[in-house]
């Protein structure tokens, strides 16, 4: 029997969840001691590597939830466990619960068109930029802005700036949602991404521009950069001179602006107000710090 202890976001309450008939990985090999086998398939056991996707359906199991119903996260690095992982269950997991239906009530909603799908028949809500949209649209269009990085919530039509308070309302977000997303949001704006993979990361303090890299630093030793010039971190570690970056600068892959002559941009940039560097990603010509 696998157990598996978890607590949802909203709630500081450990629960356990089990599972009968554990299957063991593998088959049964030659000269294998079957009571051996049978203890271990009845014993009650806290296993590694158990993939996300079992986990989860323990869970919705115990309490009834349809499937769909849970994510597991990491609230500490803002991360949503993908079916296909494997976590460790001596650990206490964190799990998110999204409601069973995103209903819209009738004094947020209104009749303008969804600004995603024209044709939508389902109740949307008007947003502060003055489009509307289905609050399962706007949910999966709030956390795919929010797993890409972004702080800042925008509409896609019009760029205008979305109040994370007001959108996670009218996404009819469970109280576990707004609390993930929520601090989601506040990492996004003290994170940067790895110069080695891509992952973002979080510096050490606010004050301290060593930051660590935990997808890296899973592969053996731990891996530390410079949160301003993101050059691997040393001891009594400097950023670059003055002619090291304009160095980088001018090496650094460039871009072509959209709708405009601009062409052979540089993709890192140096922050005029703090002198970080700044890598850009979107094509629109504007940038903004974090730090």
Same mark, same amino acid.
């Given at each position: 029997? /696998?157990?598996?202890?978890?607590?949802?976001?909203?709630?500081?309450?450990?629960?356990?969840?089990?599972?009968?008939n554990?299957?063991?990985?593998?088959?049964?090999?030659?000269?294998?001691?079957?009571? $051996?086998?049978?203890?271990?398939?009845?014993?009650?056991?806290?296993?590694?590597?158990?993939?996300?996707?079992?986990?989860?359906?323990?869970?919705?199991? $115990?309490?009834?939830?349809?499937?769909?119903?849970?994510?597991i996260?990491?609230? /500490?690095?803002?991360?949503?466990?993908?079916?296909?992982?494997?976590?460790?269950?001596?650990?206490? /997991?964190?799990?998110?619960?999204?409601?069973?239906?995103?209903?819209?009530?009738?004094?947020?909603?209104?009749?303008?068109?969804?600004?995603?799908?024209?044709?939508?028949?389902e109740?949307?809500?008007?947003?502060?930029?003055?489009?509307?949209?289905?609050?399962?649209?706007?949910?999966?269009?709030?956390?795919?802005? /929010?797993?890409?990085?972004?702080?800042?919530?925008?509409?896609?039509?019009?760029?205008?700036?979305?109040?994370?308070?007001?959108?996670?309302?009218?996404?009819?977000?469970?109280?576990?949602?707004?609390?993930?997303?929520?601090?989601?949001?506040?990492?996004?704006?003290?994170?940067?991404?790895?110069?080695?993979?891509?992952?973002?990361?979080?510096?050490?303090?606010?004050?301290?521009?060593?930051?660590?890299?935990?997808?890296?630093?899973?592969?053996?030793?731990?891996?530390?950069?410079?949160?301003?010039?993101?050059?691997?971190?040393k001891?009594?570690h400097?950023?670059?001179?003055?002619?090291?970056?304009?160095?980088?600068?001018?090496?650094?892959?460039?871009?072509?602006?959209?709708?405009?002559?601009?062409?052979?941009?540089?993709?890192?940039?140096?922050?005029?107000?703090c002198?970080?560097?700044?890598?850009?990603?979107d094509?629109?010509? $504007?940038?903004?710090?974090?730090?």
């Amino acid at each position: 029997m /696998l157990r598996a202890r978890y607590s949802f976001l909203s709630s500081s309450k450990v629960l356990e969840a089990e599972v009968e008939n554990l299957q063991l990985d593998g088959e049964i090999k030659p000269n294998t001691n079957l009571s $051996e086998v049978r203890l271990r398939r009845s014993s009650v056991v806290l296993m590694q590597n158990v993939t996300v996707k079992k986990l989860k359906a323990m869970i919705e199991k $115990e309490h009834k939830f349809p499937p769909g119903s849970i994510d597991i996260v990491s609230n /500490l690095y803002g991360i949503t466990h993908e079916n296909d992982e494997k976590l460790d269950t001596t650990n206490v /997991l964190q799990v998110v619960r999204h409601p069973n239906a995103r209903i819209i009530p009738a004094h947020l909603s209104t009749t303008l068109p969804d600004i995603t799908y024209p044709g939508e028949t389902e109740p949307r809500a008007l947003l502060s930029c003055g489009h509307a949209m289905a609050a399962d649209t706007l949910y999966q269009n709030i956390t795919v802005q /929010l797993k890409s990085g972004k702080s800042v919530l925008k509409c896609f039509s019009c760029k205008k700036e979305w109040n994370f308070q007001d959108t996670s309302e009218k996404a009819q977000m469970s109280l576990d949602e707004k609390l993930f997303w929520g601090m989601k949001v506040s990492l996004n704006s003290v994170g940067d991404e790895c110069p080695k993979c891509g992952y973002y990361c979080q510096r050490i303090a606010g004050d301290n521009d060593r930051a660590v890299c935990m997808k890296c630093s899973k592969e053996g030793k731990i891996y530390e950069f410079c949160w301003k010039c993101k050059l691997s971190w040393k001891d009594n570690h400097k950023c670059l001179s003055k002619e090291a970056i304009q160095s980088m600068i001018n090496n650094c892959e460039t871009k072509t602006m959209p709708y405009s002559n601009i062409k052979d941009v540089p993709s890192i940039r140096v922050c005029p107000s703090c002198g970080a560097l700044i890598q850009h990603l979107d094509m629109c010509k $504007e940038m903004r710090c974090y730090h």
